[in-house]
């Protein structure tokens, strides 16, 4: 639920549109909420105001909103958080500085790489290093073995990396992270002409392909594969 003056509240709702509850307070920016393996955890991003855009940190609640407890103190902004398959370890990303490369465009959060931390709060640590322009959306293979992510290239780039990197796909596309072995986090670029091909076939095609359409078909195939 959004609301500019209050900032996002969670709610919880059961699927048959029953029993809606407010699990957070107003006046916070509460978003990004994930559920543990086991449904008895909610871990979720929230802003100490409810300014939209601001710097935030992870909180881990019961399920039914009690008990809240914080994960993470900045000043890095942390968010998209997913638990692990066991529901031990939590992974999200981190943006490490506020501000814009050019003096044209307006501040935003950049830096981005993708973290871990137990559900205690212990144990935090860096899972890649490559400072990405652009990092969402992380999910984990059910075998807690790898993690896919939405990112742009690392960042910064000389003029002949940027050139370079589009030229690979890197530029707004999918990485696969081995957990295993982090640094071997590389792109992948979707066939979309195969997908164009056979649109009409797949109920979650649309006319435009892009590679947001893609990202949970690409997820599941992928994992599947390995």
């Known amino acids: 639920h959004a609301d500019h003056k209050e900032g996002r509240i969670i709610y ?4 048959d549109g029953t029993e809606l509850t407010q699990l957070t307070l107003s006046g916070e920016d509460n978003f990004d909420p994930a559920y543990s ?3 008895s955890k909610i871990v979720f991003a929230r802003t100490p105001s409810s300014k939209f855009g601001g710097q935030s940190d992870l909180y881990i609640m019961n399920s039914d909103g009690s008990n809240p407890i914080r994960l993470t103190s900045g000043p890095a902004n942390d968010f998209s958080p997913i638990f692990s398959p066991d529901g031990q370890v939590i992974y999200f990303v981190r943006a490490r500085w506020f501000g814009h490369h050019s003096p044209f465009v307006s ?11 137990d559900v205690d709060g212990s144990n935090l640590r860096a899972i890649t290093d490559g400072w990405y322009y652009g990092m969402s959306g992380p999910s984990v293979s059910p075998d807690g073995k790898q993690i896919l992510v939405q990112a ?11 050139s370079a990197s589009i ?6 596309s999918l990485w696969l992270v ?12 979707p066939n979309l002409e195969k997908y164009a091909a ?12 892009t590679y947001n359409d893609l990202y949970e078909i690409l997820r599941k195939e992928k994992y599947s594969e390995g």
């Open 12 to 15: 919880r709702i059961l699927k």
């Open 37 to 39: 393996p086991d449904g």
């Open 107 to 117: 501040s935003s959060w950049k830096d981005k790489d993708i973290y871990s931390i």
């Open 152 to 162: 742009s290239s690392p960042s910064p780039l000389t003029d002949e990396e940027a």
């Open 167 to 172: 030229e690979k796909g890197e530029q707004d």
């Open 178 to 189: 081995p957990l295993d072995n982090p640094d071997d986090i590389h792109s992948i670029r």
């Open 198 to 209: 056979n649109r009409a076939e797949k109920p979650w095609a649309t006319e435009s392909l």
